[in-house]
């Protein structure tokens, strides 16, 4: 449903984020209502392109192991598994997620092996193997991950202590995540990428600080979020869809804190219109007074991080 109102697709959010089974009616609603699960083809596309830019980083960028021999780490692996299962096809020899909460549906991973199988050229290599996975269920997708794909899923665990043993993981990525975890959590999480990353590994990001609610509601620019105090942002923030309102230059500060080498910045800079619409907007005294127009706008980023021997 494009063009649904954010401000009621917020309030509706705020209550499914205190149900017993808020991801689940979450889920039926957007499946059913906004008809935006599965992903529409075109993200699906454009998700492919991520894997492949993540996957690249990892070829170019790490000291370490091919694939083969390689452990893979994602935090916020999300609904339909599509980046991990893609990982897991391109080689890795174990691939360990987590979520904060169970946020995966059977039905969207067997969505993306279906239609992996049918785009599997897009990855530039022939050698993925996906014969003889079985279609999942609520009982068995944890094994089928785990035996057909080397994939640990394990939720709910919180990033910022994993239990996972120190130096032991060679490529990490985060997806479209950051901009949904409280300012207040990311540097203990970004330190325990550190900890658990091998020396010469890799962590591969890319950050999206654009309103969310944008993306289904034409009215409104990517920007709207910026309009409003933090009082009145809580109010329109749900759970389900919580977005922090950070920008670049917020988590450059934050990395810049640790240990980590920055290897790549590629921030996303508006266009034309989009810049006349910052310009013009009513932006919260907090926007307007600690940032520069330039930091503001910024849209997205892709960021590379190496932990150096």
């Known amino acids: 449903m494009k063009n649904m109102n954010y401000k009621y697709k917020a309030y509706l959010q705020k209550f499914f ?61 999300g609904y339909d598994m599509m980046i991990p299962i893609s990982m897991s096809m391109l ?42 996975i079985p279609e999942v269920n609520r009982k068995n997708y944890k094994e089928v991950l785990k035996d057909f794909l080397r994939i640990q899923y394990n939720a709910p665990l919180d990033a ?73 942002w809580e109010k329109l923030n749900p759970a389900l869809m919580y977005q922090n309102r950070m920008r670049h230059i917020d988590y450059l500060r934050i990395i810049n804190e640790t240990d980590f080498e920055i290897l790549k910045v590629e921030p996303d800079y508006p266009d034309d219109k989009e810049t006349e619409q910052i310009k013009n907007m009513n932006l919260n005294e907090y926007f307007r007074n600690n940032y520069s127009m330039e930091e503001l706008s910024i849209k997205k980023s892709k960021i590379v991080l190496r932990k150096n021997f």
């Open 17 to 77: 984020s205190i149900l017993p089974k808020g991801e689940t009616v979450n889920y039926f609603f957007q499946k059913y209502i906004t008809k935006s699960l599965p992903i529409p083809h075109h993200l699906f596309l454009d998700k492919i392109e991520i894997v492949n830019r993540h996957f690249n980083n990892y070829k170019n960028f790490s000291l370490l192991n091919n694939p083969g021999d390689s452990i893979y780490y994602e935090f916020g692996a």
């Open 160 to 232: 910022k202590n994993t239990g996972i043993q120190s130096n032991s993981i060679d490529f990490i990525i985060s997806n479209a995540t950051m901009e949904h975890i409280p300012q207040k959590d990311l540097t203990d999480i970004i330190i325990e990428c550190y900890r658990i990353l091998k020396p010469g590994g890799i962590m591969s990001n890319e950050i999206d600080y654009v309103d969310h609610y944008s993306y289904f509601d034409d009215s409104i620019s990517v920007y709207n979020y910026l309009k409003f105090s933090e009082s009145e």
């Open 91 to 132: 080689g890795f020899k174990h691939l360990i997620c987590i979520d904060i909460r169970e946020l995966i549906f059977p039905e969207l991973i067997n969505d993306s092996l279906k239609r992996l199988e049918n785009f599997k050229s897009k990855f530039g290599i022939e050698s993925m193997v996906m014969e003889n």
